[in-house]
């Protein structure tokens, strides 16, 4: 009984450590595998936990006088504050960015920045925005609107930076870029005289391609026309001469009847109302009017 009794004793002894090591109170220090865990004995550190599982190589833990500091092992995000850069067109732009990060060291973390994540955080940003600035500035405005490759490079230089304080940076990127606003009304006139330029130049290149055609169609028209003339011509003296040969064949036929019906249009042309006509009554004119004249 007194063995079990002791074995129960030591179990629940082991239990205990064990649950206490959970919250770091007990003699035991146990670390997850998302955490770094530090040990400081009076404010000095004596143990760093990188590493998921039982820490104690250094002894074990005191509880009244060792201190277990917990430092997040994830990858943390930090959106910076815009800031305001001149690229190299010499304009102004507003760079809203983000980074990602890590604690790498949490012993050179803590000996960096003692209020913590804060404090961490505005050293990050002022390093990564110095770089960001310096990496912009050398950029044209199409290569920092296509998101140039020159900023893929600012992750490796941020992290050589702030190597000492036990911090790497992951990735930094640019999440918007705009204008300041005393800048975009000189910029909008700007592309709006552009546009203007472009739109007159089309506009003239479409009134000389007008003028163009207006003067090939009228040549045309002419080339159409005077060909139709010169046809019509043909065709006209075709039918004239086709008309003087049918009237040479009749008027040879019946030569009297031919003369009669000529004679009789001139009358009907000659004579109208209040017509004088001062002809001697035998001249050639009035020979169908005599008795004698040949009848038909």
Do not use: C
């Not at 739109?199 to 290149?205: M, P």
């Not at 008309?243 to 008027?251: E, F, G, K, L, N």
């Not at 109302?273 to 020979?287: G, V």
Request: proline fraction near 4%; charged fraction near 25%; avoid cysteine.
């Amino acid at each position: 009984m007194r063995l079990l009794f002791g074995l129960l004793v030591v179990g629940a002894a082991i239990v205990a450590m064990l649950w206490a090591s959970q919250i770091d109170r007990g003699p035991l220090v146990i670390n997850r595998a998302d955490e770094y865990r530090l040990v400081l004995r009076l404010g000095h550190p004596v143990a760093e936990l990188k590493e998921a599982g039982l820490g104690g190589m250094w002894g074990p833990r005191i509880p009244f006088l060792d201190t277990v500091l917990v430092f997040d092992k994830k990858i943390q995000y930090l959106s910076a504050a815009a800031t305001e850069v001149e690229i190299e067109s010499h304009d102004r732009v507003i760079i809203d960015y983000y980074v990602l990060w890590k604690i790498e060291s949490p012993l050179a973390f803590r000996s960096s920045f003692p209020a913590g994540i804060p404090a961490a955080q505005e050293r990050i940003q002022k390093t990564v925005g110095s770089l960001v600035g310096n990496a912009v500035g050398t950029l044209s405005m199409q290569a920092l609107l296509s998101r140039a490759g020159a900023l893929d490079a600012l992750s490796g230089r941020a992290t050589e930076e702030l190597a000492e304080d036990g911090v790497r940076v992951i990735d930094v990127r640019i999440n918007r870029t705009e204008l300041p606003i005393p800048s975009q009304k000189a910029t909008y006139d700007q592309m709006r005289e552009q546009r203007h330029a472009i739109a007159r130049e089309k506009r003239a290149r479409g009134e000389r391609e007008g003028r163009e055609i207006r003067a090939k169609a009228e040549r045309e028209a002419r080339a159409i026309l005077a060909g139709a003339n010169a046809a019509a011509q043909v065709t006209r003296g075709a039918g004239d001469a086709e008309a003087a040969r049918i009237y040479a064949a009749a008027y040879g036929k019946d030569p009297e009847f031919f003369a009669f019906t000529r004679s009789l249009e001139a009358y009907r042309k000659s004579f109208g109302e209040k017509t004088s006509l001062f002809i001697s009554p035998e001249h050639e004119f009035f020979r169908y009017f005599e008795s004698s004249a040949p009848r038909r």
